[in-house]
């Protein structure tokens, strides 16, 4: 599952999540502020990682690699500017 976010600035950015969870907790088009939206998306990549974990017994790289990937670009932002989850793509 890849998912397409627009930042504060009007910059675009895709991550790749494990598992389609990312569709629990966003929704496309959704506006949320960037401390939220770095928060939901840690308890979305624990949960794929733990996803992964249960299925082929080992966790999941990738999760940790979004992760990193989102903070790093939210660190450019305040906590209350608001990142657009743009879309999912399968």
């Known amino acids: 599952m890849i998912f397409d976010v627009r930042w504060p600035d009007g910059s675009r950015q ?3 999540s494990p598992s389609l ?3 629990e ?6 506006s949320y502020p960037v401390a939220d939206f770095v928060d939901t998306s840690r ?3 624990r949960i794929a990682d733990q996803r992964v974990r249960q299925k082929y017994g080992v966790g999941c790289a990738q999760s940790v690699v979004t ?3 989102i903070e790093r670009s939210a660190a450019r932002f305040a906590g209350d500017e608001h990142v657009t989850l743009e879309a999912f793509r399968r």
């Open 67 to 69: 992760m990193a990937g």
């Open 21 to 23: 969870i990312v569709e």
């Open 14 to 16: 895709s991550f790749y």
């Open 43 to 45: 308890t979305c990549m």
């Open 25 to 30: 907790h966003f929704r496309a088009g959704g």
